[in-house]
Structure formats: structure tokens, C-alpha cells
């Protein structure tokens, strides 16, 4: 089993692009950890107290009904003011190395959200800092260097455009717990009429994603580094 580390600038980005995959994932008894980098507020119905409880209800959704939860982690920078630094750097290698992770999901590199696109640059480097020996890193727990051995990137985008993955992930029986995990941030996708239209977006593109690989339903990803497989059994037929 793998450590998972699933990044999100902010609450319900990660369930928006891959709540399926995760619960895919959780129940599959791999760890998996979810790293908000921000709170996600301010927001016009939300606060950090409230938006908080809603992120432990929506990880509740997606966590199996018998083995590993799937886990919560804040990291703290501020929303909206998310900068590619050498201390924020740190801070995610860091939570990198603490939980000693295996593969890391972060957003898609091109965004209109500028904390979308400084966290993945951050990530990005994170990753190879995470590595670095004779140096802690915040955060850390004492744990020792380590080197992720794949990145890949899910789609939670600001862009009006649509995905072009090079690899889909069969999600067919974890549709509804993607879509309770979304509805779980009540002050996002419910109280705010033109929201509530997002959640029946994500059921559209699994629904798409699915029929491009014969499958009721499945999400899209991107990896800039190839993927290796031992055999063809587990592609989807």
C-alpha cells in the first residue's frame, strides 16, 4: 500500500477534482492524506470555523466504511495571497516528509486561480526538497528525506476549457460519495444558488470521462513523467 498525499489550495478543491479516486483510493487501504495548503476563507456564507467542519464531513464521505480513514491536514498559508517562496517550499516538504509519501496528486499546472498555480509550483519543488539531506524541514515530525516517486495532476481548473488528460481512472461505484463529499461544503455548494449547478457538472464529467474508456465513470489526470506497468491486466477493457 502507498502513502497518498492529495494536495488542495483550498477546501473542496481536491473533492472537486478527484473525491471519486480518492474514496477509490481510501478504500483500497492505501494512506491517504488530505493537505489543504489554505482555509479557503474568506467566502461570502463561509467562516474558518465552519468551513473546517465541513472538510472533516467531506473526508468522512470518502473515507471506507471499515479500514483507514481517509485523514485531514492544514498547512495555513493565507487564501488568496499564496506565493511560490523558499519558506513555503519548506513548509510543504515538510508535510511531505511527514508523512513520508509515495505519490502526490496537486492541481493542474495551468490555472486562472493564482493560488492554484503557485501551489502546484510549489509542490513541484517541494517534492525534490523533500529529498534534500542534512536539512529539516518545518513540519517534518522528525521524519527522514524522502523522494515521492510520482507526481500526477488532477483537474480542478478556473479555465473554461476541457481537460485533456493522458490517463483516466475508472471511479464507477464512487460517484455519490464524490457528490457527498461536494455537498458536505454547504456554504459553497448549497446556501450559494449559482454553485449548486457544480455538483451536477461533476456528475457530467464523469459520466464523459467514463465513455471514453467504456466505463460509467472515471476522472481525468495528467503525469509529465510516463507510467510503467508490470502487465496489461490492469487496463480497463
Known amino acids: 500500500m502507498a502513502n497518498i498525499l492529495v494536495v488542495g489550495p483550498h477546501p473542496d478543491d481536491q473533492e472537486l477534482g478527484m473525491g471519486g479516486t ?6 483500497q487501504g492505501h ?22 467542519k465541513e472538510a472533516a464531513a467531506a473526508a468522512v464521505a470518502l473515507s471506507p466504511a471499515n479500514g483507514t480513514p481517509v485523514r485531514r491536514r492544514l498547512l495555513g498559508l493565507p487564501n488568496r495571497e499564496v506565493m511560490h517562496t523558499i519558506e513555503n517550499r519548506h513548509l510543504m516538504a515538510g508535510a511531505i516528509r511527514a508523512h513520508q509519501t509515495d505519490i502526490i496528486f ?3 499546472f495551468q490555472d486562472a486561480h493564482p493560488d492554484h498555480r503557485a501551489v502546484t509550483r510549489v509542490v513541484e519543488d517541494a517534492r525534490f526538497d523533500a529529498k534534500l539531506t542534512k536539512i529539516d524541514m518545518p513540519g517534518d515530525d522528525g521524519q ?7 507526481l500526477f495532476y488532477y483537474y480542478a481548473t478556473h479555465l473554461r476549457w476541457v481537460a485533456d488528460p493522458n490517463f483516466l481512472i475508472d471511479i464507477t461505484g464512487y460517484v455519490e460519495r464524490k457528490r457527498e463529499s461536494i455537498i458536505a461544503y454547504h456554504t459553497q455548494f448549497v ?5 449548486r449547478k457544480v455538483v451536477d457538472w461533476m456528475d457530467a464529467s464523469a459520466t464523459y470521462f467514463g465513455s471514453r474508456i467504456g466505463t460509467k465513470a472515471a476522472e481525468p489526470f495528467y503525469t ?5 506497468f508490470s502487465s496489461l491486466d490492469s487496463l480497463v477493457m
Open 22 to 27: 480518492i474514496a477509490k483510493l481510501a478504500e
Open 106 to 108: 496537486t492541481p493542474y
Open 144 to 150: 527522514p528525506p524522502c523522494y515521492p516517486k510520482w
Open 224 to 228: 509529465k513523467e510516463p507510467i510503467g
Open 191 to 195: 446556501l450559494p444558488e449559482k454553485n
Open 31 to 52: 494512506d491517504v492524506l488530505l493537505l489543504d495548503v489554505t482555509d479557503g476563507e474568506p467566502t461570502p456564507y463561509g467562516d474558518p470555523a465552519t468551513r473546517a
